[in-house]
């Protein structure tokens, strides 16, 4: 499937490697803002832009709850970047798979080798 | 934390992708798989086909090429030259794919690919950066493994977590 269509949504918001990591953070679950300024050691202006591009795009939530807003990552928003990486690693992971049963073999025939 | 059995994929940069994955096996026959012609040939095809030729000139400014018949039929080129040989270590080298598309130049379609091996406990940790020319051709790359992750039903919200990691 091509998705040329969808690179200027959430495929672009994910490129900035500062917004991956506040989504790894969220993905740990809810937080407020001033979790993440914490945890990224970033101020907070510029955590709250980051969270605005997330937002638009649709891969962050965010709800109010009393006096603060606690921002979640939205799953379903971000599946077509997980399906996107997730083919590759798994064309890798087979071609992968196959070196190890090259690797077997090398391994079998140096250890008879030494046995000789 | 890399696992045996599943390469791991990660975007360092808008321009990068980083493959990792560790083998169990000592380090010079993880190169000697990579870099003769005729074990290439058994595990390139990550089964998706059949490869029908590996030419590897294994030398500073020596060329390489591999082609596939994929099991839909259509044939797929890659090719490059090698730029950097540290035997049993590191090798660097271009790498064009052959099928673009009349509009994008040669450039924009090679990348320049690093891989690097590292021995630990009799174990070989294989790291693959992929330094693309720009964002378009990273993200072009990287959908063309992508037809065959669509049909997947994964837990989503644990899988964002590794995917983004």
Redesign the interface.
């Known amino acids: ?3 040329a269509a969808t ?1 200027a949504d959430a ?1 672009n918001a ?2 900035e ?1 500062r917004r ?1 990591q506040i ?2 953070v969220l ?2 679950g809810e937080r407020p803002v001033n979790d993440l300024v914490a945890e990224l050691g970033l101020a907070q202006p510029q955590v709250s832009k980051h969270l605005r591009v997330l937002r638009e795009v649709g891969v962050v939530d965010v709800r109010e709850e009393g006096r603060q807003r606690l921002y979640r ?1 939205n ?2 928003a ?2 077509p ?24 073999e ?2 079998d025939k ?1 250890g008879d080798g030494n046995a000789d | 934390m890399l696992t045996s059995g599943t390469a791991k994929v990660t975007l360092p940069t808008d321009e990068q992708i980083l493959i990792m994955r560790e083998f169990d096996a000592p380090r010079h026959l993880v190169w000697e798989a990579w870099t003769n012609p005729e074990l290439v040939k058994r595990w390139w095809h990550a089964n998706r086909g059949e490869v029908t030729l590996v030419e590897i000139d294994l030398r500073v400014g020596g060329k390489w090429r591999y082609v596939m018949v994929a099991d839909g039929g259509f044939e797929v080129g890659f090719h490059g030259e090698y730029r950097e040989i540290v035997p049993g270590e590191k090798l660097v080298s271009t790498e064009t794919y052959e099928g673009l598309p009349e509009d994008v130049s040669e450039e924009d379609g090679t990348t320049v690919n690093t891989a690097t091996f590292t021995e630990a406990d009799g174990r070989t940790t294989v790291t693959l950066l992929v330094q693309a020319p720009n964002k378009v051709s990273r993200d072009a790359i990287i959908a063309s493994g992508m037809e065959d992750g669509l049909q997947d039903a994964l837990d989503l919200l644990e899988q964002v977590a590794v995917s983004l990691r």
């Open positions: 499937m091509a998705r690179t495929f994910v490129a490697p991956r989504l790894d993905a740990g990552v799953g379903r971000l599946k970047i997980h399906d996107w990486v997730k083919g590759y690693e798994r064309m890798w992971s087979e071609r992968f798979d196959q070196l190890d049963a090259v690797l077997q090398l391994k140096e």
